[in-house]
């Protein structure tokens, strides 16, 4: 499941340009909950920022 889970987080994070509020509402979770498991899965918005 965890894999599951930042398989999607990573995916949105990539289709979205590492914009957090697009990743926020396309997944429908709250801004707190999207830090925790980028925390998690030491995922950082600047490694999905277009260059």
């Not at 979205?16 to 926020?24: A, F, N, R, S, T």
Request: glycine share 4%; hydrophobic share 30%.
């Amino acid at each position: 499941m965890s894999r599951f889970e930042e398989s999607i987080i990573r995916d949105e994070l990539t289709r979205c340009e590492g914009k957090l509020k697009i990743v926020q509402d396309n997944l429908g979770v709250a801004r707190k909950t999207l830090y925790e498991k980028m925390r998690k899965y030491n995922l950082d918005k600047s490694q999905f920022k277009d260059s």
